[in-house]
């Protein structure tokens, strides 16, 4: 169990364009959902905590603007990149905590984004 | 606020052979949990161990174990029996709430 899924793996967009990356957690119920940043060979640095039902929590120094993020229902939560620039490009994960299993997070497979 | 310092950008060990990965942290925290996550190429993340850090007795997952030091606040990662599949950059984090990762190190093992 605790399976995370995003959707898509990989996106090549347009400089401008807006893109979508879905979060889902498969068969649990995720109430505080969890959106990170990695370039290559580096860590992962938190962008937002994704709440159901709530306006997300951005870290200092990320633009919610740019980095709109929606957390619909208790599987499901969006980060959509707004305005993309070829600097957005980067690998995004996300995550999800699961009640019960305090702490851990289970994160999904990454999206990499290439803006041309 | 959280900090997780791993100070071994890269390491290399023998398949069969044992190696050490060090972290340290610090945090405010008086209960909190500690984790080693892996990065392989894939870059899933996959949990490794996880310790919670009112327990003294220092988790084992298999050919994976910890040594838990709480006053010092090191929390370093042995794996025993060396295996290939063991290649991967390993993440140390410390959550209370958020994860808080250190910056990882690229270990890889070779045949």
């Known amino acids: 169990g605790a399976v995370v899924s995003q959707h898509p793996s990989r996106v090549i967009c347009k400089s401008g364009t807006s893109v979508k990356i879905e979060c889902r957690s498969l068969?649990?119920?995720?109430?505080?959902m969890f959106w990170y940043r990695q370039f290559p060979k580096q860590s992962l640095m938190l962008m937002a905590t994704s709440n159901e039902g709530s306006k997300a929590t951005y870290e200092q120094g990320v633009e919610k603007d740019k980095f709109l993020i929606n957390h619909a229902s208790l599987t499901l939560s969006t980060l959509t990149v707004t305005s993309a620039h070829p600097e957005d490009s980067s690998f995004y994960i996300c995550s999800a905590r699961r009640e019960g299993r305090v702490g851990e997070q289970f994160f999904g497979p990454g999206t990499r984004l290439t803006v041309l | 606020a959280q900090t997780v310092t791993q100070s071994q950008p890269e390491m290399s060990v023998q398949e069969a052979e044992t190696v050490t990965l060090s972290c340290t942290y610090d945090?405010?925290?008086?209960?909190?949990?500690l984790f080693w996550y892996k990065q392989p190429p894939s870059r899933q993340m996959i949990l490794v161990i996880r310790q919670e850090a009112y327990k003294q007795q220092n988790a084992t997952e298999n050919r994976f174990s910890v040594n838990f030091q709480k006053a010092a606040k090191s929390f370093s990662l042995k794996i025993s029996d060396s295996q290939l599949g063991d290649t991967a950059m390993y993440f140390c984090?410390?959550?209370?709430?958020?994860?808080?990762f250190g910056q990882g190190t690229i270990l890889t093992v070779h045949p």
């Open positions: 068969d649990f119920q995720a109430t505080t």
């Open positions: 984090g410390t959550s209370y709430g958020k994860l808080t």
């Open positions: 945090t405010s925290e008086s209960n909190y949990y």
